[in-house]
């Protein structure tokens, strides 16, 4: 929640709004593709790019000015990697024995 | 700092009357409000995190039938409230911005446009739910879903139970955002009486920001909602 007193945060703000409504565009249309093995990796990540930007510009976290936030987001985002990749360790390897 | 033990009373420093006495500057005190609201959305990311844990298991585990399970939903509802929810996140943004230079209108209006778009969320879900109850897929005793091929395999027919899991899931998540919108149009009520009585400054506006947050760590669960359970196994 840093000051913006130079310029101002409009048009940054409904740039990421395109990018938002585009991205839920390109979403959709990967859907319809038959990518094979890369239709969840491409949905996902392309949710992970819109999750982003709304974190980074519209929930202020670019340019925050208490650093102490950016780490408690990344803390957030580690903790939840490693519930969902510890627990995938298990049942996505149970059929290997 | 001035040392007077009776509230309100300043000797030789003024302040801005927003700033509470255990922060030393402005800007600290926005920036531990700003904190608060993180420590709390993190823990709700583990809440949803356990969900979609769940969901991430029986997907891999259910391909077919959570696939088959997937396409009876109706993506075009989905894609809408997805846009819907974002415009709402840009009229959040607008309001923040309203309180941070004094335009009392446009943050009204802001916040109001944001409880519409809520509520049009929530409309829209009503609707699902309601194709969802008629067509037999809501779990329970009624559930039936008989001879529903897997996409990709048109001999195979879809298990019901693993089907009903995904529907399980289906329902407790979104029924779970769904309740987090309907508290985040809670607060936005409270923030547009408070907008409306002129109790916000660009020197301090903070639970518009707060509840800000909220609203847009809400948009962002919905965001990987939507392509996990509307988006699996769409493609001919």
């Known amino acids: 929640m840093s000051d913006h007193s130079k310029s101002s945060p409009l048009p940054t703000y409904f ?7 585009i991205g839920t565009g390109l979403t ?12 969840a990796p491409v949905a996902l990540t392309i949710a992970s790019i819109k999750a982003t930007l709304v974190a980074l510009f519209f929930m202020h976290v670019k340019g925050a000015s208490e650093k102490l936030t950016k780490l408690v987001v990344i803390g957030a985002l580690f903790f939840l990697l490693l519930l969902l990749g510890l627990t995938m360790t298990d049942y996505a390897t149970r059929a290997w024995s | 700092m001035p040392d007077s033990t009776v509230v309100g009373l300043h000797n030789e420093e003024q302040h801005n009357p927003a700033l509470l006495h255990h922060f030393a500057e402005p800007q600290q005190q926005r920036d531990a409000a700003s904190l608060g609201m993180w420590v709390f959305l993190a823990t709700e990311v583990m809440f949803f995190g356990g969900l979609f844990c769940a969901y991430l298991i029986y997907r891999l585990k259910y391909f077919g039938d959570f696939g088959a399970a ?28 309203a309180a941070q230079t004094a335009r009392r209108t446009l943050l009204i209006v802001s916040i109001g446009l944001t409880m519409v778009l809520g509520l049009v969320f929530l409309g829209i879900k009503g609707v699902e ?57 809670g607060i936005f009520l409270w923030l547009l009486i408070m907008a ?5 400054t660009p020197e301090w506006h903070t639970p518009v920001e707060i509840g800000g947050l909220y609203w847009h760590f809400v948009d962002i669960i919905w965001i990987y909602l939507f392509p996990l359970l509307y988006l699996i196994d769409r493609h001919p």
């Open chain 2, 196 to 200: 409306w009585k002129g109790r916000f």
């Open chain 2, 129 to 185: 739910y309601n194709d969802k109850f008629v067509e037999h897929h809501v779990p329970g005793a009624s559930f039936s879903f008989e001879k529903v091929p897997i996409p990709g395999h048109p001999n195979q027919y879809a298990d019901p139970h693993h089907a009903q899991l995904f529907f399980s899931l289906y329902f407790v998540m979104t029924g779970l955002h769904a309740l987090h919108m309907i508290i985040g149009l």
């Open chain 1, 28 to 39: 959709v249309y990967a859907a319809s593709l038959d990518l094979g093995p890369f239709n």
């Open chain 2, 70 to 97: 997937s396409k009876t939903l109706d993506v075009r509802l989905g894609a809408t409230n997805t846009a819907v929810l974002i415009c709402s996140s840009l009229t959040v943004v607008l309001a923040v911005w």
């Open chain 1, 15 to 21: 740039a990421v709004f395109i990018a938002l409504l």
